[in-house]
């Protein structure tokens, strides 16, 4: 499986962006997809995730601002920021799991100055 994610970009605070994530190859119709992030210094944290059945789960930081989706047609997952903020700014991953196996996307960074 092989993840393209495009979207990132540098904006002001209180602006909004949305990242897109396209997977390829071999894709089970039982999957999870997700966004994570990482900001310098950083661990890398769970941002949002949705599984194929439509559940979402969000960080408590983005629970309001953020909303994961998907376009299972596509394979495609996305995340609609708004109001976005300085604390948001980091490169921002999508992962892939099926069946206990994981696959990333190579980042895309966003920055949100103030």
């Known amino acids: 499986v092989q993840l393209q994610a495009s979207g990132g970009g540098l904006v002001q605070a209180g602006d909004s962006l949305r990242l897109s994530c396209v997977a390829s190859g071999r894709i089970f119709s039982i999957n999870v997809m997700g966004w994570y992030r990482q900001a310098p210094g950083k661990q890398r944290e769970s941002v949002a995730t949705?599984?194929?059945?439509?559940?979402?789960n969000y960080a408590d930081s983005v629970k309001g601002r953020f909303t994961i989706s998907r376009d299972i047609a596509k394979n495609t997952v996305y995340l609609q920021m708004n109001s976005l903020k300085p604390e948001d700014t980091a490169v921002y991953y999508c992962?892939?799991?099926?069946?206990?196996?994981?696959?990333w996307g190579q980042g895309t960074q966003v920055t949100v100055s103030s």
């Open positions: 949705i599984i194929s059945g439509g559940s979402t």
């Open positions: 992962k892939h799991s099926q069946f206990g196996r994981h696959y």
